[in-house]
């Protein structure tokens, strides 16, 4: 059997997607070894030797953020805008090997240690109704790019733009996170 690892990278512009990367990391780890990084680390350049990575940012103008997106958040944070990456940019540009190859597209789909993927994202709550997720948009690009989804994207909420997440929150991307997790290695114990 394959030894499962995971890699939760995310996005966030006021913090609330970081508590709740962490909370999903910490649910993860009851069953597998796992990183966590953010966008902006330059580790989120590094291949990927993870078999299972998760995919988290701020749902902005109904989809993924853009950089125009991100330069609003930063200004409404009182910070002069300036450029940083999002997790639209690092799914459309995933970490080379070595060889300077995507590094799962090498892998697949040949290999039966294809990658898996799971996304989140956070929305504020008073749009609960109303279509448009960054977590649905993530997960469409990664099964574009051939790889194998574990799970439904996932919603966790927020109170208004700036947080702060709705109580209860991160217990349930705790769970989230353990329940993917549990399923990417059930999946591992299979093929
Ligand atoms: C420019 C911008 C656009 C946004 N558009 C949406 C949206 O379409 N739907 C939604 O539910 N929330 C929207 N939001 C709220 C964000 O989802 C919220 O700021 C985010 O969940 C907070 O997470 P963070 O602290 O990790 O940045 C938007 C926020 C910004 C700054």
Redesign the pocket.
């Known amino acids: 059997m394959i030894t499962v690892t995971a890699l939760v990278v995310?996005?966030?512009?006021?913090?609330?997607?970081?508590?709740?990367a962490r909370a999903v990391a910490d649910g993860v780890a009851q069953h597998m070894p796992v990183r966590v990084v953010p966008v902006t680390d330059p580790a989120s350049e590094a291949p990927v030797d993870e078999s299972l990575v998760v995919v988290g940012?701020?749902?902005?103008?109904?989809?993924m953020?853009r950089a125009?997106?991100?330069r609003?958040?930063q200004g409404?944070r009182g910070a002069t805008p300036h450029d940083v990456p999002g997790v639209r940019d690092w799914i459309a540009h995933l970490p080379t090997d070595p060889d300077g190859r995507l590094y799962w597209i090498a892998h697949l789909p040949t290999d039966p240690d294809g990658r898996l993927y799971a996304t989140f994202?956070?929305?504020?709550?008073?749009?609960?109704h109303?279509p448009?997720?960054?977590a649905r948009a993530a997960a469409r690009a990664l099964h574009r790019s051939g790889h194998h989804a574990v799970g439904h994207p996932e919603s966790f909420?927020?109170a208004?733009?700036?947080?702060p997440l709705l109580p209860g929150e991160l217990d349930r991307a705790r769970e989230w996170g353990a329940a993917i997790a549990q399923a990417a290695e059930n999946l591992r114990a299979t093929t």
């Not at 940012?57 to 989809?63: C, V």
């Not at 994202?121 to 609960?128: G, K, S």
């Open positions: 995310y996005e966030s512009s006021f913090g609330n997607t970081a508590s709740v940012g701020p749902t902005h103008a109904f989809g953020s125009s997106t991100r609003e958040a409404r994202d956070t929305r504020v709550t008073t749009v609960q109303l448009g997720s960054a909420y927020v208004d733009v700036e947080g």
